[in-house]
Structures are given as structure tokens and as C-alpha cells.
T-cell receptor, first 112, second 116 residues
Framework: DQQVKQNSPSLSVQEGRISILNCDYT??????FLWYKKYPAEGPTFLIS?????DKNEDGRFTVFLNKSAKHLSLHIVPSQPGDSAVYFC???????????FGSGTRLQVQP | NAGVMQNPRHLVRRRGQEARLRCSPM?????VYWYRQLPEEGLKFMVY????????ESGMPKERFSAEFPKEGPSILRIQQVVRGDSAAYFC??????????????FGDGTRLSIL
């Protein structure tokens, strides 16, 4: 049972445009959500997070939106750069627990 | 390098041998987590430890796998009598002791375990 789903295995965008990565979850106990970026042969790198008491968090070119009623979150990257090309993972944790549940990832390709 | 350090980066074992994976958390971090990633999948939580204590081992297989985080030294993930299905990338993460459960975890570059 996949509690965190990233339904798009891949996404291709042009440099300078907006990248939108989506994530859906089923567990209503999740209250903390994170996005990680991963390059081949490296570990995941933390990008941005959001608590369930918020609906938006912004950090430079990265913005995460949370829609609790739809159990949906998205990561916006604007403007996209070729160095953003990587696999992006959505992750979530339940109230009072630290274990992260990850989605299966979306491979982003930013074309120069 | 103040990041999470894992070694070895690559480990090859034959079926039936033991595998030991090591993780040193970031400086100042006292919480350690182990995750496993199979090819083309996301990371799966295995265990969460603090110094000398296992806090959450809900993701650990019941047999052959064990983890520790001693008072001195790195955290160790130990797999006894390895089988082909243990082949995966094993990632360690750490987080600071303050801030409650809403703290991002910072990951090492993983150990790639291959079973012959």
C-alpha cells in the first residue's frame, strides 16, 4: 500500500520555465512533508519542507504548496535550471514519529 | 566534511556472509535513521536510533538484520547470512536533538551492497 504517490515518473521542461512536481498521499496522520533531490550515486539532498499548519512555504526558487483537503502537495521550481535535473522525492512523516515515508520519485530533465 | 559519512561506499558479499554498514552522523546530530532503496523505488524506512537506544524499528526485517548506535563510534547496520534480495542501496540519515519530529533528515551518500 503506497501511502505517498508520485504518479509522474518523469518530467521534461525548458530552461527558464516553471517545473511543477506533484505528490499525493493517503495517510491522514501525515503532518510534515519534505522534498528531496537526488543525483545518481549520491544521497538525497533536502530541499524544502512544510508543516500541515501551513499551505505554502517558499525558499528562493523553490515553493511547496500543501492542499490538505485533497491530500496533495506540489513543488514549484522557477526558473528551472539545467542543474535542477535530478530525481525528486516527496516524503512525509506522521505526528510524533520521525520515520519518513517516501514516494517513488519523479525524474526531472531541464533542457537547455 | 561535516556531512553524514557512510562507509564503505560499495560492499560485495557472497550469500551467507555478514555485511556491516557504518554511519557517522553530522556533527551535533544524535538521531540516526537507516533506509533501504531497491532499484527504481523510493527509500524505505528501516530503523531510528538515538545513542544506545533503538526508538523505532518498525521497518526492520524480523530476522538477520540488526542496528546499533553505541555511546562511542558510528551507527552500525548489520545483516547476517545475506541473501540476493538484500542487494540494495542503504542510506543513513541524521537529525539534531532539538526541534521535535519536524526536523529534516540529512542523508549520507549510501552504501551499495551487492550479493553474489
Amino acid at each position: 500500500d503506497q501511502q505517498v504517490k508520485q504518479n509522474s515518473p518523469s518530467l521534461s521542461v525548458q530552461e527558464g520555465r516553471i517545473s511543477i512536481l506533484n505528490c499525493d498521499y493517503t495517510n491522514s496522520m501525515f503532518d510534515y512533508f519534505l522534498w528531496y533531490k537526488k543525483y545518481p550515486a549520491e544521497g538525497p539532498t533536502f530541499l524544502i519542507s512544510i508543516s500541515s499548519i501551513k499551505d505554502k512555504n517558499e525558499d528562493g526558487r523553490f515553493t511547496v504548496f500543501l492542499n490538505k483537503s485533497a491530500k496533495h502537495l506540489s513543488l514549484h521550481i522557477v526558473p528551472s535550471q539545467p542543474g535542477d535535473s535530478a530525481v525528486y522525492f516527496c516524503a512525509a512523516s506522521e505526528t510524533g514519529r520521525r520515520a519518513l515515508t517516501f514516494g517513488s520519485g519523479t525524474r526531472l530533465q531541464v533542457q537547455p | 566534511n561535516a556531512g553524514v559519512m557512510q562507509n564503505p561506499r560499495h560492499l560485495v558479499r557472497r550469500r551467507g556472509q555478514e555485511a556491516r554498514l557504518r554511519c557517522s552522523p553530522m556533527k551535533g546530530h544524535s538521531h540516526v535513521y537507516w533506509y533501504r532503496q531497491l532499484p527504481e523505488e523510493g527509500l524505505k524506512f528501516m530503523v531510528y536510533l538515538q545513542k544506545e537506544n533503538i526508538i523505532d524499528e518498525s521497518g526492520m526485517p524480523k530476522e538477520r538484520f540488526s542496528a546499533e548506535f553505541p555511546k562511542e563510534g558510528p551507527s552500525i547496520l548489520r545483516i547476517q547470512q545475506v541473501v540476493r534480495g538484500d542487494s540494495a542501496a542503504y542510506f543513513c540519515a541524521s537529525s539534531p536533538p532539538v526541534g521535535g519530529s519536524n526536523q529534516p533528515q540529512h542523508f549520507g551518500d549510501g552504501t551499495r551492497l551487492s550479493i553474489l
